[in-house]
């Protein structure tokens, strides 16, 4: 089936600890997206990549970094410089330049320690 | 700097009630507009988009939404709601810059009583 994969589902971090959260896509999208949803506050705009090897800072990249080596895999890592990284990340894929459908993966609950 | 802002915060309605759900967004470009949901475990889904032509789109499960240029506004409308769209719905735009980048609003948690 395709679709997109977030691993894993649940994620915790201890203070000063770097983490990755890992999201594949077998969709053959070229643009990619990373979220970071808050009760009440809606999806937040980390990063986005429209294609292999280049990616854009979103409203919030602050503690935050990512890279695009291959076009299914868009990981993203949570530095110690992000000071309040508990929350629900959502990525997501699309067909750039005329983003009709967003298609999301499943999310991963980071929590911290 | 480009946001969507949604109305409501949490709206309660009892079974066959009418759901409107308030979207507005602050850019003076090119827009596409959209509205997903996201069901209790599920993952966020598209409900219905808007790109051009008729400003009155329609989604799946007998939802709706107009397009109102002048008042920046993508309301969300169903006549007749069912327990079953008891979720959390957003509102979302995609801005024509130099690259495509999907704003969302905050959301708006529905919940429907039976």
């Known amino acids: 089936d395709g679709g997109i994969t977030q691993s894993p589902k649940y994620l915790f971090r201890k203070e000063g600890q770097n983490v990755t959260l890992s999201c594949e896509q077998n969709l053959n999208h070229d643009a990619m997206y990373w979220y970071r949803q808050d009760p009440g506050q809606g999806l937040r705009l980390i990063y986005y990549s429209q294609i292999v090897n280049d990616f854009q800072k979103g409203d919030i990249a602050e503690g935050y970094s990512v890279s695009r080596e291959k076009k299914e895999s868009f990981p993203l890592t949570v530095t110690s410089a992000q000071k309040n990284p508990t929350a629900f990340y959502l990525c997501?894929?699309?067909?750039?330049?005329?983003?009709?459908?967003?298609?999301f993966g499943s999310g991963t609950q980071l929590s911290v320690l | 700097a480009q946001s969507v802002s949604q109305h409501n915060h949490h709206v309660i309605l009892s079974e066959a009630a009418s759901l409107e759900l308030g979207c507005n967004y602050s850019?003076?470009?090119?827009?596409?507009l959209f509205w997903y949901v996201q069901y209790p475990g599920q993952h966020l889904q598209l409900l219905l988009k808007y790109f051009s032509g008729d400003p009155l789109v329609k989604g799946i499960k007998g939802f709706e939404a107009e397009f109102i240029k002048s008042k920046f506004s993508f309301n969300l409308r169903k006549p007749s709601v069912q327990w079953s769209d008891t979720a959390e719905y957003f509102c979302?735009?995609?801005?024509?810059?130099?690259?495509?980048?999907?704003?969302f609003g905050p959301g708006t948690s529905l919940s429907v009583i039976p």
């Open positions: 979302a735009v995609s801005v024509k810059t130099s690259y495509d980048k999907v704003i």
């Open positions: 850019y003076g470009g090119t827009v596409n």
């Open positions: 997501a894929s699309s067909t750039p330049y005329n983003n009709e459908k967003l298609f």
